[in-house]
Nanobody
């Protein structure tokens, strides 16, 4: 499975960005697609995820109400619409995919994802 993340950039606080994650290859393994973010010296942090078949969504508390994850199954692409951005949202964002459990604790665990895309940098200035 190959994942291609795009859409990062620089924006002022309160602004919006939309990230995209396009999957290719053996997409049968892309049951859950998630977004994580990481800043230097910190562990990778769960942001949001979506079940591609049922559309079930999962969000970190820190982004609920501001970020929206959605899917386009025809294109096997997942989007992360990020609104009301804050400086603390600054990070490199990664998309990842996995099969199996839909339990929230598993979906939010970066170690449960075997396939990762390259990161895309989001910078939010105050």
């Amino acid at each position: 499975v190959q994942l291609q993340a795009s859409g990062g950039g620089s924006v002022q606080a309160g602004g919006s960005l939309r990230l995209s994650c396009a999957a290719s290859g053996r997409t049968v393994h892309t049951y859950i697609i998630g977004w994580f973010r990481q800043t230097p010296g910190k562990e990778r942090e769960f942001v949001a995820a979506i079940n591609r078949r049922y559309g079930t969504t999962y969000y970190a508390d820190s982004v609920k109400g501001r970020f929206t994850i959605s899917r386009d199954n025809a294109e096997i692409t997942v989007y992360l619409q990020m609104d009301s951005l804050k400086p603390e949202d600054t990070a490199t964002y990664y998309c990842a995919t996995r099969t199996g459990s839909q339990y929230t604790s598993v979906v939010a665990n970066s170690k449960s994802y075997p396939y990762w895309g390259q990161g895309t940098l989001v910078t939010v200035s105050s």
